[in-house]
């Protein structure tokens, strides 16, 4: 706990200015919803900070679920994934989990939802993916190709 308010003391003030959207993504989600897809972040920022982020690019209404960390109980992203699925009705079958980190890939096989790697991120490169035979995308509109 100390140090995730550690953490919360510095992101309050300055981190959240950090914060940058990745080229593409709100195209990306246009088009899913465009598709008529759900669109859920499972996201271990805390849930606040999260939905503040998304309002302040003026993307949180495009967002039909978004579950993030908990300051009062622990969460992990296999519950915030299943709290996602919960909120928009989906199924294992019917999710599609779009993830840069390890925590996010086994999380997604922990969840039974296919996942994909953005390599773009900051976890997952290239050759992870190659080596565990997982999916990938370089940009975020290289998703609309695997649908």
């Given at each position: 706990m100390e140090a995730i308010h550690r953490y919360i003391k510095f992101y309050i003030p300055d981190g959240i200015s950090?914060?940058?959207?990745?080229?593409?993504?709100?195209?990306?989600?246009?088009?899913?919803?465009?598709r008529g897809y759900s669109?859920?972040?499972?996201?271990?920022?805390?849930?606040?900070?999260?939905?503040q982020t998304l309002n302040?690019?003026?993307?949180?209404?495009?967002?039909?679920?978004?579950?993030?960390?908990?300051?009062?109980?622990?969460?992990s992203k296999y519950d915030l994934i299943k709290d996602c699925m919960r909120e928009v009705g989906a199924s294992p079958q019917e999710t599609i989990m779009i993830g840069d980190g390890?925590?996010?890939?086994?999380?997604?096989?922990?969840?039974?939802?296919?996942?994909?790697?953005?390599?773009?991120?900051?976890g997952i490169d290239r050759?992870?993916?190659i080596d565990?035979?997982?999916?990938?995308?370089?940009?975020p509109l290289d998703l609309l190709n695997l649908l």
């Open positions: 950090m914060a940058e959207i990745f080229p593409g993504i709100e195209e990306l989600i246009d088009e899913l919803k465009n669109i859920g972040l499972a996201t271990m920022m805390e849930e606040g900070y999260a939905k302040d690019y003026g993307l949180l209404g495009k967002f039909d679920s978004v579950k993030g960390a908990s300051l009062k109980i622990a969460l390890e925590d996010d890939h086994n999380s997604a096989v922990k969840a039974d939802v296919r996942f994909v790697a953005a390599i773009y991120g900051y050759q992870y993916c565990k035979n997982i999916e990938f995308i370089e940009k």
